[in-house]
């Protein structure tokens, strides 16, 4: 052949010199969701190996680049600055409570650091999990906070899977509801673009941050709120400039991984749901 053409832009084949082709399988791959940075990954590591796809904006390499505006904190401006990821968007969890965990509480915990598309608790294995997320660095993020935390009692492993997807079970298939699609899920933080939560990502702390509380809401109902499900409360405060939002300070790290695996989404008023994050303050 003279040339070599390349329709898509997948782990099958890339063309470098254009980002924006489309990856064929119209999933949650499309690498445009991030500028389409990560189709180049030379970029950003000042080696030899950058020079042949230009890494100067005007260069070859970034045929894309005037479309995309990047602002301080853009995915786009982050991804160039980041060495390249594993294209992995599934991760592998291991040493799990079996008798306390569900596809709800990985949901729950796991979309603290990106957008979960499926759950899926191995049911020969109940001590291990298949957690797809909506994007490679969402699943790098998950991977990185959690690795080794304590949940419910015990160290949860946490590393990339060679699955590419999670496989719903086939009609009639036993699965004892271990198999969850949470795609269309309401409780995604991420799914707008720019998302302010992008910026409020931290590690496990025993600081929670709460949001999303009305105005109806006093400090001592939030604090009965978590008493209830049997969580102790060691100091609590609203932001002073604005009562939606609160800290609450737990006794220990594995206290509040439960209590966000509990309290998050938990009704507070017939429109209002509790938002729960780790905080990197402490009070």
């Known amino acids: 052949m003279t040339c070599l053409n390349v329709k898509y832009n997948n782990d099958k084949s890339r063309d470098y010199t254009n980002p924006t082709l489309p990856s064929g399988d119209g999933d949650a791959h499309q690498l445009l969701t991030s500028g389409g940075v990560l189709a180049q990954p ?59 965990v569900t596809p709800d509480a990985l949901f729950t915990l796991f979309g ?96 929670l941050h709460l949001s999303n509380i009305p105005a109806t809401v006093s400090e001592d109902d939030i604090k009965d709120a978590f008493t209830k499900r049997g969580f102790a409360i060691k100091a609590f405060k609203f932001f002073p400039k604005d009562r939606k939002m609160a800290l609450v300070q737990l006794p220990s790290i594995d206290d509040a991984v439960a209590a966000l695996i509990k309290m998050h989404n938990y009704q507070l008023s017939e429109s209002n749901h509790l938002r729960v994050s780790f905080s990197k303050s402490s009070i």
């Open 42 to 100: 030379f970029l950003g590591l000042g080696s030899g190996l950058a020079s042949p796809y230009g890494v100067g904006v005007g260069g070859v390499g970034l045929p894309a680049f005037g479309a995309l505006t990047l602002t301080p904190a853009s995915p786009a401006l982050r991804a160039l600055a980041a060495p390249p990821l594993p294209l992995a968007t599934v991760l592998l969890v291991s040493n799990l409570n079996e008798e306390m």
């Open 112 to 207: 603290v650091y990106g957008d979960v598309q499926r759950v899926k608790i191995l049911y020969n294995k109940k001590d291990s999990a298949l957690i797809q997320m909506a994007e490679p660095h969402q699943a790098h993020l998950a991977m990185t906070h959690m690795d080794k935390l304590r949940v419910f009692g015990k160290a949860m492993r946490v590393m990339l899977s060679k699955h590419q997807t999670v496989q719903l079970p086939k009609e009639g298939q036993p699965d004892a509801g271990l198999t969850r699609d949470y795609s269309q899920s309401p409780l995604h933080r991420f799914k707008k673009p720019g998302s302010k939560n992008y910026q409020n990502i931290y590690p496990p702390s025993a600081t």
